[in-house]
């Protein structure tokens, strides 16, 4: 039986045998390049998806106009000057620029984090690009426009959720992944004490 080590392994098939060998340190870092720039080439296209639906809902969607798209989900074009939702969106506008500093922040260290993270660390990777991505596509209308366009709206009878974007979408998928994680990793360790 083999034990799976904790670093990456490759099997090579002979005529005689099966051989395991593990991976040198320079191939482990090109394996773990070549992860982290598709992680980082990743979230680029996820803010560009969002920034290229946000285009195109701004120029056919009218403001505050819902368009029905099937019960329980609306387009619904909204300009969003503060956070998660609309939260400082009152401040009278210095929050634009604090919520962007945060914004630049939080991307810079999430493409260092990205760029550190080991390859078989691949669900964490995928989460925090995800995030990335998101921050990325919000941050970019902050500094542009000063506000975030949202255009995804979803309801239940009266109740509407506040209104959203594909960035806040992957922000929101990226966190639960991380979290997933979290427990799988907690999981894991608990299985091997």
């Known amino acids: 039986m083999l034990i799976r080590p904790k670093t990456p392994w490759r099997f090579y098939k002979t005529k005689e045998h099966t051989m395991t060998t593990h991976l040198t340190e320079s191939q482990n870092q090109q394996h773990n390049l070549k992860w982290n720039q598709v992680l980082i080439c990743s979230a ?57 500093s945060v914004s630049l922040g939080v991307s810079i260290l999430l493409i260092v984090w990205i760029a550190r993270l080991p390859k078989v660390q ?7 690009a995800m995030i990335l991505g998101g921050a990325l596509g919000n941050l970019y209308d902050r500094m542009f426009a000063g506000y975030v366009i949202d255009f995804i709206s979803v309801y239940f009878m009266d109740y509407r959720f506040a ?19 979290i427990f799988r990793e907690h999981r894991q360790t608990s299985d091997q004490e």
Do not use: C, H
């Open 44 to 100: 680029v296209v996820i803010a560009l998806i969002d920034r290229i639906t946000k285009i195109l809902s701004n120029a056919n969607l009218e403001m505050g106009v819902p368009v029905s798209v099937f019960p329980g989900f609306d387009l619904l074009l909204a300009y969003n000057t503060g956070a998660a939702f609309s939260f400082l969106s009152d401040a009278g506008g210095w929050q634009r620029w604090f919520l962007t």
């Open 122 to 128: 691949k669900l964490q990777g995928i989460a925090l």
């Open 163 to 181: 209104t959203f974007n594909i960035a806040d979408s992957a922000i929101s998928v990226g966190a639960a992944l991380m979290i997933l994680n």
